[in-house]
């Protein structure tokens, strides 16, 4: 089945970075895009960018240009999510998700999300 | 920056229709997306291009778009539907992704 498998847990702290994985499995890895949100404890949901794995073309969030990196290697069919500068606020669950583009939309579909991977940063 | 705006929370007895609506300038062009949360849980998406619902989810879900606002339905309101609910768009030039900000679906 399709599915997306993020690496474990990160306590960082503050001015370090985290790299953040995601493995999908069950479809053609080249053919959708991977896009990154993060939620903050008891917030709502904040998209961070997207990568098309195909040609690794990249959309950041303005608010995160600079400070973030996506990635994927399609030997593996992983895609990667580097932060660095951390801050406290950056304390939040990071999921990837599977993104299925159209044709007559600006953005795609995130139809199938990773399980999330909490990141601490903390001194 | 571009927002969309959702109530904060919405209450319905159970098998009641609850209506969650989502309003952004942009809207009338660029199309809306709907997810569903549950505590500790990823996301699942439940409606995509305003209407269009993915497979596996049931059919009390539905989606509508009118100006400046689009609408999530949910018929015959079920204990389970118990959850928060975001709705997800493009800025008009089609290049930022944007939540709105959760409206919290409470079954009675």
């Known amino acids: 089945q399709v599915q997306l498998v993020q690496s474990g847990a990160e306590v960082k702290k503050p001015g370090a970075s985290v790299k953040v994985s995601c493995k999908a499995s069950?479809?053609?890895?080249?053919?959708?895009?991977i896009s990154w949100v993060r939620q903050a404890p008891g917030q709502g949901l904040e998209w961070m960018g997207w990568?098309?794995?195909?040609?690794?073309?990249?959309n950041y969030a303005q608010k995160l240009q600079g400070r973030v990196t996506m990635t994927t290697d399609t030997s593996t069919s992983t895609a990667y999510m580097e932060l660095r500068s951390l801050r406290s606020d950056d304390t939040a669950v990071y999921y990837c998700?599977?993104?299925?583009?159209?044709?007559?939309?600006?953005?795609?579909?995130?139809?199938?999300w990773g399980q999330g991977t909490m990141v601490t940063v903390s001194s | 920056s571009y927002e969309l705006t959702q109530p904060p929370s919405v209450s319905v007895s159970p098998g009641q229709t609850a209506r969650i609506t989502c309003s952004g300038d942009?809207?009338?062009?660029?199309?809306a997306y709907w997810y569903q949360q549950k505590p500790g849980q990823a996301p699942v998406l439940v409606i995509y291009?305003?209407?269009a619902r993915p497979s596996g989810i049931p059919e009390r879900f539905s989606g509508s778009s009118s100006g400046t606002t689009v609408t999530l339905t949910i018929s015959g309101v079920q204990a389970e539907d118990e959850a928060d609910y975001y709705c997800?768009?493009?800025?008009?030039?089609?290049?930022?992704?944007?939540f709105g900000g959760g409206a919290k679906l409470t079954v009675l």
């Open positions: 998700a599977k993104t299925t583009y159209y044709y007559d939309s600006s953005i795609g579909a995130f139809d199938i």
């Open positions: 069950g479809y053609t890895f080249t053919s959708y895009g």
């Open positions: 990568i098309t794995p195909y040609n690794g073309n990249t």
């Open positions: 942009a809207l009338p062009k660029q199309y």
């Open positions: 291009k305003d209407s």
């Open positions: 997800q768009s493009a800025d008009s030039s089609g290049t930022s992704v944007v």
